[in-house]
């Protein structure tokens, strides 16, 4: 994939100096320990079962999902080791509670899966210390799942679609309404509001910049190569675990090739998981001010390699959230040298491959989830205590 412009460049190399100069005491160095393999450990198996549950019931938002379960498992471990009881057991308990939470018609089958899961250590030292850990971790789940119902997700967007003549309208047929409006008012968990990090507005329909955007993606609908439509099918991911499932997993696997501990991994995993759903709030947020019609609508010439997504089209939602996950792995893995970052901009880019964003709208949301990023590294989580939205 060709670099987008020397503007991600210089948005990395300023992310990397603010990490720098903030410190960043609360994120643990990249120092490889002699930690055993992460692969038996609670995190692994109930980070692969949350991915199964969304895979199998993609109408419960994963973007809601991943965080709150990211941040049980943070809080679980952190109350383990301060009371000196399994982590792997809290880590356990927190994560069935706040599964049996967002998966309620599963919630009977989660319970059991963790009862066996205790009862196949026994009555053993090992398996009383999993049970007084998983006790730990029930209590932080109910802590948790308190958090997730007051996070305004449940208030019906009141917003609605502006009738000035060129903005953004359902090209579903029969016309839909627009998805994801209810990320606009939700709570962000390190942002002070989802508009904190609005983007810029967008240029005129009329101008000679939007001209000139449109025509970019009329370039590469008219000429587009194998080598790019196979980058916009392959992260278009309209199934499985969806985006967030994707960079869990990449988070997971480079947590386990650097050694991490499970209460290590936990703290990653919570700070890539809020800054992907603090960086698609703000992209809401921004989206649903602006109202900007997709390429098609502008041109309806252009042709599509993936499914138009049913929501206005500045900015990008894959490139705020890959761009703000990418920046935090960036910031924990130095000695990766900005891979995860190359890898952002390779999502970002495929949207503009397959001919459903702007390079404006890709621009924008690489910037958003740079902010984004530079906030959730900064704040950091702690490790001497809980921690829950709203508590700095």
């Given at each position: 994939?060709?670099?987008?412009?020397?503007?991600?460049?210089?948005?990395?190399?300023?992310?990397?100096?603010?990490?720098?100069?903030?410190?960043?005491?609360?994120?643990?160095?990249?120092?490889?320990?002699a930690q055993p393999s992460l692969r038996a450990?609670?995190?692994?198996?109930?980070?692969?079962?949350?991915?199964?549950?969304?895979?199998?019931?993609?109408?419960?938002?994963?973007?809601?999902?991943?965080?709150?379960?990211?941040?049980?498992?943070?809080?679980?471990?952190?109350?383990?080791?301060?009371?000196?009881?399994?982590?792997?057991?809290?880590?356990?308990?927190?994560?069935?509670?706040?599964?049996?939470?967002?998966?309620?018609?599963?919630a009977k089958v989660i319970d059991g899966d963790?009862?066996?899961?205790?009862?196949?250590?026994?009555?053993?030292?090992?398996?009383?210390?999993?049970?007084?850990?998983?006790?730990?971790?029930?209590?932080?789940?109910?802590?948790?799942?308190?958090?997730?119902?007051?996070?305004?997700?449940?208030?019906?967007?009141?917003?609605?679609?502006?009738?000035?003549?060129?903005?953004?309208?359902?090209?579903?047929?029969?016309?839909?309404?627009?998805?994801?409006?209810?990320?606009?008012?939700?709570?962000?968990?390190?942002?002070?509001?989802?508009?904190?990090?609005?983007?810029?507005?967008?240029?005129?329909?009329?101008?000679?910049?939007?001209?000139?955007?449109?025509?970019?993606?009329?370039?590469?609908?008219?000429?587009?190569?194998?080598?790019?439509?196979?980058?916009?099918?392959?992260?278009?991911?309209?199934?499985?675990?969806?985006?967030?499932?994707?960079?869990?997993?990449?988070?997971?696997?480079?947590?386990?090739?650097?050694?991490?501990?499970?209460?290590?991994?936990?703290?990653?995993?919570?700070?890539?998981?809020?800054?992907?759903?603090?960086?698609?709030?703000a992209c809401a947020d921004s989206k649903y001010?602006?109202?900007?019609?997709?390429?098609?609508?502008?041109?309806?010439?252009?042709?599509?390699?993936?499914?138009?997504?049913?929501?206005?089209?500045?900015?990008?939602?894959?490139?705020?959230?890959?761009?703000?996950?990418?920046?935090?792995?960036?910031?924990?893995?130095?000695?990766?040298?900005?891979?995860?970052?190359?890898?952002?901009?390779?999502?970002?880019?495929?949207?503009?491959?397959?001919?459903?964003?702007?390079?404006?709208?890709?621009?924008?949301?690489?910037?958003?989830?740079?902010?984004?990023?530079?906030?959730?590294?900064?704040?950091?989580?702690?490790?001497?205590?809980?921690?829950?939205?709203?508590?700095?």
């Amino acid at each position: 994939m060709k670099a987008r412009s020397s503007e991600s460049a210089t948005a990395a190399m300023v992310f990397a100096l603010l990490v720098i100069t903030a410190g960043c005491a609360q994120m643990p160095n990249t120092t490889v320990s002699a930690q055993p393999s992460l692969r038996a450990t609670a995190i692994v198996h109930w980070n692969e079962y949350a991915r199964d549950l969304i895979t199998s019931n993609p109408s419960v938002p994963a973007p809601r999902v991943f965080p709150y379960l990211a941040l049980a498992q943070h809080n679980a471990a952190v109350s383990a080791r301060q009371l000196g009881h399994s982590v792997d057991g809290a880590v356990a308990g927190a994560s069935a509670g706040v599964l049996a939470f967002f998966y309620p018609n599963k919630a009977k089958v989660i319970d059991g899966d963790l009862v066996r899961e205790t009862a196949a250590l026994g009555a053993s030292r090992s398996g009383d210390e999993f049970s007084a850990g998983v006790e730990i971790g029930r209590r932080i789940a109910a802590e948790v799942i308190a958090s997730a119902k007051a996070d305004r997700f449940d208030v019906d967007w009141s917003g609605a679609r502006p009738t000035t003549p060129g903005t953004w309208v359902s090209q579903a047929r029969p016309p839909e309404p627009p998805l994801y409006t209810r990320f606009v008012g939700m709570r962000p968990f390190s942002l002070a509001s989802g508009s904190e990090f609005r983007a810029a507005p967008p240029p005129a329909l009329e101008s000679e910049v939007f001209r000139a955007n449109v025509a970019e993606v009329r370039k590469f609908s008219d000429n587009r190569t194998v080598e790019q439509l196979r980058i916009a099918q392959y992260w278009e991911m309209v199934t499985g675990p969806f985006m967030p499932g994707y960079w869990n997993q990449i988070a997971i696997d480079a947590a386990d090739s650097h050694h991490l501990s499970q209460e290590e991994t936990a703290q990653l995993l919570a700070l890539v998981h809020m800054a992907w759903v603090d960086a698609f709030i703000a992209c809401a947020d921004s989206k649903y001010v602006y109202w900007v019609p997709r390429p098609t609508q502008a041109d309806p010439e252009i042709r599509l390699a993936i499914g138009l997504p049913n929501h206005p089209s500045y900015p990008s939602n894959h490139s705020c959230t890959a761009s703000a996950t990418a920046r935090v792995l960036d910031a924990r893995f130095p000695d990766q040298g900005g891979r995860y970052l190359a890898l952002a901009q390779e999502v970002a880019t495929s949207r503009l491959y397959a001919g459903i964003h702007y390079p404006m709208d890709i621009d924008a949301g690489l910037e958003i989830g740079r902010k984004v990023a530079a906030k959730v590294v900064g704040q950091g989580l702690p490790t001497d205590r809980v921690w829950l939205p709203g508590a700095r």
